[in-house]
Structure formats: structure tokens, C-alpha cells
């Protein structure tokens, strides 16, 4: 089973467009957080969410955490080429005393000019 | 200067061989672990370490040893390799063992096995 639902698993969009990518679970989590995977390097964190219902915002990119803080979502307005990559939500799911970092199976975003 | 670094970062290797991937990170972190991610992308954790200790041990195959020679170094051995190894490798950190703290991952070691 996997914690950490994320939809849609693809997307192909034009330039310009805007998009939202969403992370879904049955379980609760303290905080979220939202990475950025380009081909070829490893995941660099984009935000963390920590209070229910906060949104926050990174210039054209718009997180929000839902009130229930089982949910986020990213939006992204006017998506550009360079927005293209692999976006991963991540969480803390409590497991045996320790937090164990577990991330979504992704949204891969492709934007064409 | 990079803050995760990984080595190597490319390795084609046969099936049964053994083989390590080093990671070394300067950024004072306490906690390091290492994560596979298969061809779909999909990114699981294997091992996390704090300060020299296993933390997490996500049932994994013990063909796969970690060794953690200090808090700054946290190195993966596979024996025996099989075709099903073969995935991306990211050693990462944080600066305490995670709670919401910031993953930092290094670019990764990819990892063929014929």
C-alpha cells in the first residue's frame, strides 16, 4: 500500500498552460514536503508545509496543505521548459519509534515550448 | 563545493560480482540514508543512520550492508548482485533524523548489472 498517492502519474503540457499536481493520503502527517527531480540529479526540496490549511507560494509555483493535513497540492501557472521534471511529495510516516521519510511515486511533468 | 557526493556515478557491472558505492556529505548532518529508485521512478528508502547507528532497515535483501565509518560517511555494499539491483542509487542527508527537516540528496549512482 502506498502512503503517499500522487496524480496525475504523467503530464504533457504546452508552454504557458497551467497545471496542478495533488498528493493524497488516508494518513495524517505533521508536515509535507515537495521535491523537484531533474533527469540526471537527485531530488532538491521545493517547500515544506507544516500547518493545515497553509499555503504558500514560490513564484509561479503555489503549495497548499489541506486542513486535514492529509493532502497537498502544487499548482503551477504559466509553466515554462524549465519547470520540466519529476515532482515528488514526501512525509514523515511514523514506523517502530523513528520517522521513516517516504515519498510518492511522482507527477513527471513535461512542458514543450 | 558539493554537499552529498556519491562515487561513483555510473557502474556496469556482471551479475554475482560484489560492488560499493561510497557518499561522504560536508554539510554537519547527523543523519544520512541511503534510497533506490527503480525505473519508474519510484524513490524507496533502504537504510537512514544517526550518528554511526542504523536507524532504518527496510527490508531489505542482506546482500546489502551499510557502513557507517562516521556520521560524515555512509557507504553501500552489495554482494552478489542480481539483474533486479540494477536502479539508481541516492545517498542523502538531514541535518537530525527526519521529521519534516530538509532531504539532502546527492546525484545519485547508476547502477547496471548484466
Known amino acids: 500500500t502506498q502512503l503517499l498517492e500522487q496524480s496525475p502519474q504523467f503530464l504533457s503540457i504546452q508552454e504557458g498552460e497551467n497545471l496542478t499536481v495533488y498528493c493524497n493520503s488516508s494518513?495524517?502527517?505533521?508536515?509535507l514536503q515537495w521535491y523537484r527531480q531533474e533527469p540526471g540529479e537527485g531530488p532538491v526540496l521545493l517547500v515544506t508545509?507544516?500547518?493545515?490549511?497553509e499555503v504558500k507560494k514560490l513564484k509561479r509555483l503555489t503549495f497548499q496543505f489541506g486542513d486535514a493535513r492529509k493532502d497537498s497540492s502544487l499548482h503551477i501557472t504559466a509553466a515554462q521548459p524549465g519547470d520540466t521534471g519529476l515532482y515528488l511529495c514526501?512525509?514523515?510516516?511514523?514506523?517502530?519509534?523513528?520517522?521513516?521519510?517516504?515519498f510518492g511515486r511522482g507527477t513527471s511533468l513535461i512542458v514543450h515550448p | 563545493d558539493t554537499a552529498v557526493s556519491q562515487t561513483p556515478k555510473y557502474l556496469v557491472t556482471q551479475m554475482g560480482n560484489d560492488k560499493s558505492i561510497k557518499c561522504e556529505q560536508n554539510?554537519?548532518?547527523?543523519?544520512m540514508y541511503w534510497y533506490k529508485q527503480d525505473s519508474k521512478k519510484f524513490l524507496k528508502i533502504m537504510f537512514s543512520?544517526?550518528?554511526?547507528?542504523?536507524?532504518i532497515n527496510e527490508t531489505v535483501p542482506n546482500r546489502f550492508s551499510p557502513k557507517s565509518p562516521d556520521k560524515a560517511h555512509l557507504n553501500l555494499h552489495i554482494n552478489s548482485l542480481e539483474l533486479g539491483d540494477s536502479a539508481v542509487y541516492f545517498c542523502?542527508?538531514?541535518?537530525?533524523?527526519?521529521?519534516?527537516?530538509?532531504?539532502?540528496f546527492g546525484e545519485g549512482s547508476w547502477l547496471t548489472v548484466v
Open positions: 543512520y544517526n550518528n554511526k547507528e542504523l536507524i
Open positions: 494518513s495524517v502527517f505533521s508536515s
Open positions: 554539510l554537519g548532518h547527523d543523519t
Open positions: 508545509v507544516v500547518t493545515g490549511g
Open positions: 514526501a512525509g514523515a510516516h511514523a514506523s517502530g519509534g523513528s520517522y521513516i521519510p517516504t
Open positions: 542523502a542527508s538531514s541535518r537530525v533524523h527526519f521529521s519534516g527537516n530538509t532531504i539532502y
